[in-house]
């Protein structure tokens, strides 16, 4: 079975040698990784290359312009790596890491046994705080689009579940892709076609989550921006049904292609009338 991380960096030459080295120190071999730099204006590009060195599994994509976590995993994505269906995607942020040498080992045992989506795993230092039972399993009683951030790192998923993503729901109404947060916008998606037995909530700890003044929730207009997409918008939205392999194997995905997006300055472009 192949894995592929896609890690999404952007101005992060702090941790993104950390992030690869964690990959490459993995003791199962069978995977590939897509850097994608989000036009940092740091170092991140070269010391991404240097940590990377003459790996041929790691391709570093440089964007020409800040382009977002939901392109950057999707199209961007996709129109590089050229997954199979088959193949489970890794997502692996560029300033977060994996916490030993067996982390891809545990996850082969965990997709060996018929599941299609993981999550949980997460650990960090301690020095933010986080609501409490952020890093438990969800509630399949309840609608996922009422739990917010419930499927934490570590996340994967096999190809074929996030092909299956509308591209309607890559998007505002008004069709402007989503720039954030790429973990609510595709992977409740992919739980809700999955179904709780095809998902795995993994006890052990396999990932670490970096917590500084750089993270997503440190940014107060961009936190309130995600929280207006879930209140206004996708809770909003039809869920997705349960479907079965086949099914999903045999669908075509249908995302566009998009012009670049404005630089990064104007990312909170897309307020409420967008939404509504």
Not at 56 to 66: D, F, G, L, S
Request: aromatic share 12%; hydrophobic share 30%; net charge positive.
């Amino acid at each position: 079975m192949k894995y592929i991380f896609v890690t999404i960096c952007y101005n992060f030459d702090k941790w993104i040698g950390k992030c690869i080295k964690s990959a490459i120190n993995q003791k199962y071999k069978n995977w590939e990784m897509y850097v994608i730099d989000d036009n940092s204006s740091d170092n991140s590009v070269s010391v991404a290359e240097k940590a990377a060195g003459d790996d041929p599994r790691i391709k570093i994509i440089k964007n020409a312009q800040n382009m977002c976590g939901v392109y950057n995993k999707t199209i961007n994505f996709a129109k590089h790596a050229k997954p199979n269906d088959e193949d489970v995607i890794v997502t692996l942020d560029g300033d977060d890491y994996l916490l030993h040498e067996n982390v891809l080992d545990s996850l082969n045992k965990i997709y060996s046994n018929g599941y299609w989506l993981t999550y949980g795993g997460c650990t960090h230092d301690g020095s933010q705080t986080f609501p409490e039972g952020w890093d438990t399993p969800v509630n399949w009683q309840t609608s996922l689009r009422n739990q917010r951030f419930c499927l934490i790192h570590l996340k994967s998923h096999k190809f074929f579940l996030a092909k299956n993503i509308k591209n309607k729901d890559l998007c505002y109404r008004n069709g402007q892709m989503f720039k954030y947060s790429d973990d609510v916008i595709m992977y409740i998606p992919m739980a809700e076609m999955s179904g709780q037995e095809r998902c795995f909530y993994i006890n052990d700890k396999l990932y670490f989550y970096n917590t500084h003044e750089n993270c997503d929730f440190q940014d107060k207009q961009r936190v309130d921006h995600i929280n207006n997409i879930i209140q206004n918008d996708l809770t909003r939205r039809p869920q997705y049904k349960q479907r079965s392999k086949n099914d999903l194997k045999n669908s075509i995905c249908d995302w566009k292609s998009y012009k670049l997006v404005p630089p990064r300055s104007n990312h909170f472009a897309a307020n409420k009338s967008q939404i509504e």
